[in-house]
């Protein structure tokens, strides 16, 4: 009988009737659209052509977007082929907006917080395709260089974490953490134990978690509970029973300050599956990058414009270190990156196709998606018929198995340019890494996607000369040892329905 109660309240937890809500709301109003369209089912022919109107108006006014044109197009056929249908879904679901974020003053403050530190001279140590990577990031991101700042490199969540309690541990002044998925379980009970603690202690501790990704892993009042310990919360864009222009562009970006000095930024999220304390699609492969010095100070203010971005102003003079504590540089150079959803900020995938085209020797790319669009595909196609060594790792088992086949759409068109695919075969790979020619590497959060690339907020770090390039690029070899080469032999054979629809999939992958 207690095992009874037990399922029963389980499958009714706050939780589970959040979602509910959520669900029946959304459902709800599609339900009222239903029942308006029968009611005025006399007037069909209409309604029909004036929906028709509207589509073409709506496919033209999209037509001069500054966007992608694999994207525009992606749109374009489902309001046109479904009027109305097609239309309050790009309502919903289409380009990216302005998320009650406000960019001019984002930017206003990122120049005024993160000066250009390094000279043309600086930049020039690695080369004219690194300096101009790095100009990129400082000028048209305002995203600066630092060299005075140590790195380290975890190859998986379960190295990283030791290290990363370790951290928190010493934290004296603040601890910020923002990360798109918190969910309830040992990894986020070790950390809050220590957060609980640091707040008692006086500690100015602070967390952001996402809405939607957090949704169905965090009670609705979870808030609350961090203020009940003494811990400041904010939660991104909150998931409405509404069906709101907004909900599109999240906040994916995972980002762990403490006291200014030492930083995290990784593929990981807060939840057991990311460091191997529960099974989800096979081992789970994720990585994170350490930063001390410098360069923490670029994540500081990318975590406070985000707590300000619906709030007053922090005073960033208060979060400023004080000193900072003896380093093992090498002299790279180390560039904390940041992207937005708005249409005029496209550094991931700006960043991404310059690390493409100035590859001379190797290329190597980890991503658990691959929904790239032809800018990207014919970057990597050329870059591999140039003679560069380009090589591509997805996931052998898939947490999404529509994505997975936009991801396998895209294998022929790479490996007919001469590209080499290889799928991790004991699990899910999750981390976002570039690596080429032992000299620049990026670690971070965004993904080969359009999602990652033009709807979300995104963040990583950028190193060139750094040894933590070298750690990223031996990372990735010894992870093929663990991987099933794909051949063009292998896409040719599977079925021809299948091929079809992985067709039909890559055509609107901008919308997955």
């Not at 052509?49 to 374009?76: D, G």
């Not at 709101?244 to 057991?272: E, P, W, Y």
């Not at 191997?276 to 414009?305: H, I, M, P, Q």
């Not at 086949?405 to 695919?421: C, D, H």
Request: aromatic content about 12%.
């Amino acid at each position: 009988m207690k095992r009874v109660q037990q399922k029963v309240h389980s499958a009714f937890s706050p939780r589970r009737q959040r979602m509910f809500l959520i669900a029946a709301g959304i459902a709800l109003q599609f339900a009222i659209y239903v029942v308006l369209l029968v009611l005025f089912s006399q007037y069909f022919v209409y309604f029909y052509w004036i929906c028709v109107l509207v589509s073409l108006v709506m496919a033209l006014f999209i037509s001069t977007w500054k966007s992608k044109l694999a994207y525009k197009i992606a749109w374009i056929i489902p309001i046109l082929l479904v009027p109305l249908i097609g239309g309050v879904m790009f309502i919903i679901l289409g380009g990216a907006r302005d998320p009650h974020y406000h960019r001019e003053e984002t930017r206003r403050t990122l120049k005024r917080q993160l000066p250009s530190r390094l000279s043309t001279t600086d930049l020039m140590r690695y080369g004219p395709d690194a300096m101009q990577q790095a100009w990129y990031l400082g000028h048209a991101a305002l995203c600066p260089a630092y060299t005075n700042t140590e790195t380290a490199y975890f190859s998986s969540g379960a190295s990283f974490f030791p290290n990363f309690l370790e951290e928190l541990e010493q934290a004296k002044d603040y601890i910020f953490l923002e990360y798109f998925i918190i969910a309830e379980g040992s990894m986020w009970s070790d950390v809050l134990d220590i957060l609980t603690r640091k707040a008692a202690q006086g500690v100015d501790v602070r967390v952001i978690y996402d809405g939607v990704g957090s949704a169905a892993t965090l009670p609705i009042n979870y808030p609350d509970q961090l203020h009940a310990r003494g811990i400041l919360c904010r939660v991104f864009q909150p998931l409405l029973p509404v069906l709101s222009i907004h909900q599109n562009n999240r906040d994916h970006r995972k980002i762990c300050v403490i006291d200014g000095v030492t930083g995290f930024v990784s593929g990981l999220n807060m939840a057991d599956e990311y460091i191997d304390r529960k099974e989800r699609f096979g081992y789970w492969k994720d990585n994170a990058l350490r930063l001390r010095g410098e360069a923490v100070w670029s994540l500081t203010v990318f975590f406070l414009t985000m707590w300000d971005h619906q709030n007053p102003r922090s005073d960033f003079r208060l979060f400023r270190p004080r000193t900072l504590p003896p380093l093992n540089t090498t002299g790279g150079i180390v560039v904390p990156y940041t992207d937005t959803p708005n249409p005029a900020d496209t550094v991931c995938a700006d960043l991404h196709l310059q690390m493409i085209t100035k590859a001379k020797r190797y290329l190597y790319l980890t991503t658990p998606y691959l929904a790239i669009d032809e800018t990207i595909t014919s970057a990597l196609c050329t870059a591999a018929r140039s003679g560069v060594d380009v090589r591509i790792m997805p996931p052998h088992i898939p947490d999404k198995k529509v994505v997975f086949a936009v991801t396998q759409s895209n294998y022929p068109v790479l490996l007919e340019a001469g590209a080499r695919i290889y799928e991790f075969t004991p699990g899910f790979i999750h981390s976002k890494t570039v690596v080429a020619d032992d000299l620049y590497a990026s670690v971070g959060s965004c993904n080969l996607d359009y999602r990652s690339f033009y709807l979300q907020f995104e963040n990583g770090v950028w190193l060139c000369g750094d040894p933590a390039v070298l750690s990223v690029r031996d990372d990735f070899l010894q992870t093929l040892e663990v991987c099933q080469e794909i051949t063009l032999a292998d896409c040719r054979t599977l079925p021809l329905f299948r091929r079809l629809l992985q067709s039909i999939y890559r055509l609107f992958a901008p919308l997955f």
